[in-house]
DNA sequence: CTCACTTTTTGATATAAGTCAAAAATAAAT
DNA sequence: ATTTATTTTTGACTTATATCAAAAAGTGAG
């Protein structure tokens, strides 16, 4: 799904309209492994991914990398709380494949936030749709089995379980690596 | 914190505004055990916590309850997918101990979207909080202990777990309630 | 105050999943 | 092509926490 068709699924656009907001975004290629945001700095940009994968993950305290969100085609992405509160983000965003993003500007964003009172709806759908998926991971990670917990992602995201690593997906589905090697393999039925 | 004081910290508005908003907000005292949002029905208010206790909870395949969220005094509080959506809320919301609230409709609240665009800067706000709150918790769930969990609990929410039955708790934090209890006494000093 | 009901605690046991370590398989680099 | 590095798989062992069951403590109604 392109930027446009993203933008008109969630709220109804002019043509002109969608040309004006179009135009306060960029647009950039970007390359795998490239850290687009790090830990501790201000996140500058909402992200929209054309096409690519990428994610934001954190190191806990002993320096482990834990994968907390992917972002695929057709999504949005951003640090939120580093973002629309211009606080140091928690959290790294970075490229798992060679990735064609939009993005813009927390002003050029409130410019638009001031002209089209329907982006500002827009700014609450894309929030509330991250909050809900949040809660869901939230509930499938709370009471579920690690093989539920990856029947849920397979469910829920199907193309990452072939595109990203397996460590990645491990610590993303709150799991050692290996369990989920295990999983994949020994019963890869059910 | 009172509801005006809330609002304020969020978004400086006037006095006159700030009586405007109160005005499209009703207000009502609930007790214990009553349910505001049931499960399949469309939250029709978004809530603030003037005084008392109230969660969030849905029943899982095994019709076990589920604790999936406390607001206490000074909170908003709504299903808010289904809020803000109008999709059937997925969630109960309960009352835990008698409370005063104060809630608006949706209509009523777009009203004032349309009148203050400071307003939308609020709702985003709020749905912002909630959404780090949210990512917060799944951050301790997923790698923590149990005995971690529940000092993460104590930190970010000290007032709960003095008002709040253990069954609750135990379900909120993702751990049984016989693994709460031993946590709480055997090793109550780590 | 007593009886019924709910919640919490305690004990014994089972098990899912973590940890550690090393081998195998893939991918990247010279 | 070989070598080096990274990722995945496999095995043996450990452990935190769930489950089951029953006793104890707490709460509320009449």
Known sequence: MGFTDAITALVPFS????????????TKAVSKNEILVHEGEVCKYLYFIEQGMCRSYYLNEN??????????NGKFMSSADSFFQKKPSLYYLEVL??????????????????KYPKMEKLGRLVITEMLSNVVHKLNAIQ??????????????????????SLGHIASYLGMAQETLSRIRNHDASH
Do not use: C, G
């Open 143 to 164: 009471f579920q089995t690690a093989r539920e917990r990856y029947d849920y992602m397979l469910a829920e995201f199907p193309d990452i379980a072939y595109q990203v």
């Open 15 to 26: 043509e002109d309209e969608l040309n004006d907001i179009l135009n306060h975004f960029k």
């Open 97 to 114: 494949e060679d990735s064609v993003l939009y993005f813009i500007s927390k002003d050029n964003l409130e410019i638009l936030f001031a």
């Open 63 to 72: 320096q482990k990398d834990i994968t907390q969100w992917f972002f695929s």
